[in-house]
């Protein structure tokens, strides 16, 4: 029977991803262990890379000492992942008598403000990447709702405020990972509502 392909091989890779590689290489050349020739080809499919299949060869026979490539492991956050920025980011989004979407592979920012009136706002982060480990959104509905949807193992604090309105939170953290990002949510519900829930 053929071994089941690992799903990890699968995952893209960032920036400092292959920056991480191209460090380890370079490192392994400077210790002689690598030639001129074999370190700019290793460097050439380093920052070509893609996936986590393409960059694990590439240190597979340097030693322990040369600090492998551990490729990223979603699973320890439930398939979310951080992206450090340094600098706080902040965005914005409005919608009156339409609609606001964030959905798919984003990065959400350390502070996200949502405005609906009568309007809706939907944001989906169970693919989403997260620039801090604790990200807030402020989340405003008047005669309007805002839709959060986080995956199972994500972290929720909700401290909105209702006024003839509502808030609701996942009541379930059963399945809630250590070092999994945490979603803050704030904000005013005035004849609205604001709703978190925990989807897979």
């Known amino acids: 029977m053929?071994?089941?392909?690992?799903?990890?091989?699968?995952?893209?890779v960032s920036d400092a991803d292959r920056e991480q590689v191209a460090e380890i290489?370079?490192?392994?050349?400077?210790?002689?262990?690598l030639d001129s020739d074999e370190l700019d080809e290793r460097l050439g499919d380093a920052y070509t890379a893609r996936t986590v299949a393409d960059l694990v060869p590439?240190?597979?026979?340097?030693?322990?000492?040369?600090?492998p490539y551990v490729p990223p492991t979603p699973?320890?956050?439930?398939?979310?992942?951080?992206?450090?920025?340094?600098?706080?980011?902040?965005?914005?989004?409005?919608?009156?008598?339409?609609e606001y979407d964030r959905r798919g592979d984003w990065l959400v920012p350390h502070e996200l403000t949502v405005m609906a009136i009568m309007g809706g706002a939907n944001l989906d982060l169970r693919r989403a990447r997260?620039?801090?480990?604790e990200?807030?959104?402020?989340?405003?509905?008047v005669m309007g709702g805002v839709e959060i949807v986080v995956n199972p193992q994500t972290r929720v604090i909700v401290e909105g405020t209702a006024i003839m309105g509502g808030f609701t939170a996942p009541q379930d953290d059963s399945e809630v990972v250590p070092g999994a990002p945490t979603v803050r949510?704030?904000?005013?519900?005035?004849w609205g509502g604001v709703d978190v829930t925990r989807k897979a």
Not at 82 to 98: C, K, Q
């Open 2 to 12: 053929e071994p089941t392909e690992d799903p990890s091989q699968r995952i893209r």
């Open 75 to 98: 699973a320890r956050t439930g398939g979310s992942r951080i992206t450090p920025v340094a600098e706080p980011t902040h965005e914005r989004g409005l919608a009156i008598m339409s």
């Open 58 to 67: 590439l240190t597979a026979d340097l030693p322990d000492a040369a600090v």
């Open 130 to 133: 997260f620039s801090a480990s």
């Open 185 to 190: 949510v704030r904000g005013i519900a005035f």
């Open 135 to 141: 990200v807030v959104i402020v989340a405003n509905a």
């Open 25 to 33: 290489l370079r490192t392994a050349a400077g210790d002689g262990r």
